[in-house]
């Protein structure tokens, strides 16, 4: 039930390669948080076979509105000094772009990056470019933390309700409506800030993808989950909607190749031996934000978070979309909460164990969220909690590009 700039399939937050896992007694109960990145790119100088950006030494990134043995991000020499207001360290910028200043406010489901962006909009001029994999589908508003009307009156959000949940909106895409998008906004003499949790989505706006994603370790665990409970055909099935050239070509029974093309399908791959991603030959003047907080109040939130989307009409919204004809093995029908609400109208599950493992398995999403967003360099990280909320969080941002030049 990702939410607010997250969603977990077809475009969803993944890791750069295996990530390193820690000896949990609770998996489903803790949320691994952020490691410090040792490597930052310059994402002016690109690599001559591909979109992957060039990567310079650097010093570790730096935590706002927290401590290190909190969060584990760094060692404590590498917090902003003693002494200093939050982020009165010099930011770094990602990048120093020809196209201009772009801003991004990332983090994992639930840390309340829509609340910040909404109070960041009263401080400085800005439009929300939303990088949520969920939030493009028109018709999936109960389970997928959309900005309310209220929120999109105080600032205008982009790339929210642009696509039906059959189609197949992926990476690629939405770099193509996001670069129109702060084009647009620029135009209007607005800041243009990138709000969401696709991890995927805002790396391919800010430095496009490798021809050949690496293998997704905790997306093929959930792969075969779902060749346990409903059998292998029904994976074979998603890659038919999904990639139906690389379907037709696979057998049902060839497991690998078939989890494989799926992964490849959801990054925007059209195919098992090819990429479909164009070089950008300009890049932006990116200053980027990671929000995060303790970890186990995030659990707590995340679990409210989806007993309240239940109570805002789930089931009614999953029940509308089946009786207007959407397939139920969609990947947009087959995220967070609208997968297990799916059995249920099916008979096959009851509501509260629904509700179970949507709240298990959004807590085990952010863990992915924070290892992908953990090995981003450059991103200044905020505790939302620390910096006094939305509102401090927005003035501790205000504050820093201010004093980085970076004004809408």
Known sequence: MPGGGEGEHAAGARGDGTARRRALHDRDAVLLSPRAARRQPCVAARHPAGAQAHLVASGPAKIVGNSADTLGLCEPEDV??????????SLRKVSEGVKGPLVVIAGPTGVGKTAVAAALARRVAIEVVSADSRQVYRGMDAATGKPSAETRRVVVHHLVDVADPDDRYQAARFRRDAEAAIEAIRARGHLPVVVGGTGLYIRALL??????????????????????????????????????????????????RVMRALEMARTGTSTLSQACWSEPVESYDVTYFGLTMEREVLARRLAARAAAFVEAGLRAEVERLLAQGYDPTVPSLQSIGYREFVRVARGALAPAEALRLMQRDTVRYAKRQWTWFAREPGIEWIDVEKAGGAEGTADTIAAALARAGVNG
């Open 80 to 89: 902003a000094g003693a002494g200093t207001p939050p982020c009165e360290a």
């Open 207 to 256: 430095r496009g993808l490798d021809p050949a994603p690496p293998a997704d370790p905790e997306f093929r665990r959930e792969l075969a989950s779902i060749a346990a409970a409903e059998g292998r055909a029904s994976l074979h099935a998603r890659l038919r909607l999904a990639a139906p050239a690389v379907a037709r070509r696979l057998h049902p029974n060839d497991h690998v």
